[in-house]
């Protein structure tokens, strides 16, 4: 998995990369090596902003989230992409699922 850190009037601090590669390794891991995920930070007067997206060969997602801290607003961002990871897969697997099942229905006539 490639990671881009980009900050907005913020410094990427090891700190906050160490926390999103914490994250991500719980979360994301599972898209393998191919997934491109790129992670926009910025700030603005008392609000934080997390932008995070993912690209792999399949699809492109997208999450953003806004908070008064830096790292809430990292760890939403992520818990909507797992969200939106998990509802692809399932979409996924529900349609090889319904794939193999007609395939099978035009064996047996």
Do not use: P
């Given at each position: 998995?490639?990671?881009?850190?980009?900050g907005r009037h913020i410094e990427i601090t090891?700190?906050?990369?160490?926390?999103?590669?914490?994250?991500?390794?719980?979360?994301?891991?599972?898209?393998?090596?191919?997934?491109?995920?790129?992670?926009?930070?910025?700030?603005?007067?008392?609000?934080?902003?997390?932008?995070?997206?993912?690209?792999?060969?399949?699809?492109?997602?997208?999450?953003?989230?806004?908070?008064?801290?830096?790292?809430?607003?990292?760890?939403?961002?992520?818990?909507?992409?797992?969200?939106?990871?998990?509802?692809?897969?399932?979409?996924?697997?529900?349609?090889?699922?319904?794939?193999?099942?007609?395939?099978?229905?035009?064996?047996?006539?």
């Amino acid at each position: 998995m490639k990671l881009t850190v980009a900050g907005r009037h913020i410094e990427i601090t090891d700190g906050i990369r160490n926390h999103l590669n914490d994250k991500m390794a719980k979360t994301i891991a599972d898209l393998g090596e191919a997934a491109d995920v790129h992670v926009a930070l910025s700030v603005e007067k008392h609000r934080h902003f997390a932008e995070i997206t993912v690209k792999t060969k399949d699809f492109t997602l997208h999450s953003h989230d806004e908070t008064e801290d830096l790292y809430t607003s990292m760890d939403k961002a992520l818990e909507k992409m797992e969200k939106q990871i998990r509802k692809h897969k399932e979409k996924a697997k529900a349609l090889r699922n319904k794939q193999g099942s007609q395939s099978k229905n035009q064996n047996q006539e």
